[in-house]
């Protein structure tokens, strides 16, 4: 079993930063790939970055590609997703889950923390 806590969403203005956490319980966090995805209102979940194990791979959606960076440390058991140049339609709920596979499929993922809100005003 592998809980998931996200932290560190909030309200910023277009162009600003965020940076979020995601700290992990349990002594195998360093076996799971992570990954983040976010939720619109009225939207499906979709996925905005994944890192492997180890952290060597890290891939991410044409959305977000060159606005957000996602890295881990293996020894806080967290991962993090620094988001820059914030844009109003990053405006989601923010989802880490770990799985098993280095992957951007939903279905790939078994653990899932709770969320937290990013919202960006205009």
């Known amino acids: 079993q592998v809980q998931l806590v996200e932290s560190g969403g909030g309200l910023v203005q277009a162009g600003g930063s965020l940076r979020l956490s995601c700290t992990a319980s349990g002594r195998t966090f360093s076996s799971y790939a992570m990954g983040w995805f976010r939720q619109a209102p009225g939207k499906e979940r979709e996925f905005v970055a994944a890192?492997?194990?180890?952290?060597?791979?890290?891939y991410y959606a044409d959305s977000v590609k060159g606005r957000f960076t996602i890295s881990r440390d293996n020894a806080k058991n967290t991962v993090y997703l620094q988001m820059n140049s914030l844009k109003p339609e990053d405006t989601a709920v923010y989802y880490c889950a770990a799985s098993k596979s280095y992957s951007y499929s939903l279905r790939d993922y078994d653990y899932w923390g709770q969320g937290t809100q990013v919202t960006v005003s205009s």
């Open positions: 890192i492997s194990s180890r952290g060597a791979r890290t």
